[in-house]
């Protein structure tokens, strides 16, 4: 059983976890979207209910749970495809 443990771990290590980081205040400058307020009104907007305060954890990475109603929001709000919300680091 050890073995199978230490097998799985040098995996691991040479295989560190990737990565990606947001992209939203990009495309955020790029739409001339000013401030998180003005795209919660645009959200708000197309029907798709959110704070400023838990887009504003959304947005700066501070939260690991998205639901697919704001991912399609934003995608919406920005024009913008899925795979332009995030990068890989």
Known sequence: MQ???NLLMQKRKSNPRRAVVWRVRVLMAERNVRSV???VRRMDDI???ISIAQL???IDGKTQ???Q???EGLMTVLECQVGDLWKER
Do not use: A
């Open 69 to 71: 109603e704001v991912i």
């Open 37 to 39: 307020s003005e795209l």
């Open 56 to 58: 504003g954890r959304l």
């Open 65 to 67: 749970h998205w639901s």
């Open 47 to 49: 029907g798709v209910s």
């Open 3 to 5: 073995h199978c443990y």
